[in-house]
């Protein structure tokens, strides 16, 4: 599914070149979210047309992050880890971004990923210093290079993080599967919930 998820952003990023409209009709802003939610997670296909190293870096990322953690996971366990740290990421935009710039790229997820790792690490009590330094170095440019949602950044790695524990913590036996599913859930609903809640200080009329 690492390939997969690579492949879908590799040929999301060829359309968005080919087609002008692609963009404009999956990115995410925040004013966006009542009217058609499902930006919230197909920004995280998208990336930057004007900057090859945007998507270059993330299907590396994908693919260096993915390679450890679907075996470890499984399928559908690191799918939905992915979907919802993208979710996450879209929910961090939406509370600490201007609501009306709009945000593509797969970082929130990417940064999702990266928690998750911490997480398992630490659970395997294993050597954290390495990523650790790469993460800071990644969340500071986030704040000091522009043009980079460090929003989706944050809601991104914390979304992930508390996946992964659900994941990795969950005691064995015959009702684990459940137990992370439901916990999954439980991580969505929250999410949901907040997109729910906020109130944008800017209204649209849908046309």
């Avoid at 992930?160 to 064995?172: D, E």
Wanted: with cysteine; net charge positive.
């Amino acid at each position: 599914m690492t390939i997969t998820i690579m492949a879908v952003c590799a040929v999301a990023y060829v359309l968005q070149l080919l087609l002008p409209e692609f963009t404009r009709t999956f990115f995410y802003a925040p004013v966006l979210t009542d009217y058609q939610p499902w930006r919230l997670l197909t920004a995280a296909f998208l990336h930057s047309q004007g900057s090859p190293i945007h998507i270059a870096f993330n299907l590396y990322a994908l693919w260096f992050l993915g390679r450890s953690l679907e075996p470890l996971f499984g399928r559908v366990r690191f799918v939905l880890l992915y979907l919802i740290s993208a979710l996450g990421g879209s929910v961090g935009v939406m509370y600490l971004a201007d609501p009306t710039v709009a945000v593509v790229g797969a970082s929130g997820a990417v940064f999702g990923l990266f928690g998750a790792l911490f997480v398992v690490i630490r659970q395997r009590r294993g050597e954290l210093r390495s990523l650790l330094i790469l993460l800071a170095v990644n969340l500071v440019l986030g704040f000091v290079v522009p043009g980079i949602a460090w929003q989706a950044h944050v809601g991104g790695l914390i979304t992930g993080a508390a996946c992964a524990a659900i994941l990795a913590y969950t005691p064995r036996g015959k009702h684990r599967t459940a137990v992370q599913f439901a916990g999954l859930a439980g991580i969505v609903l929250v999410l949901v919930v907040a997109a729910v809640l906020w109130q944008s200080p800017v209204q649209i009329i849908p046309g």
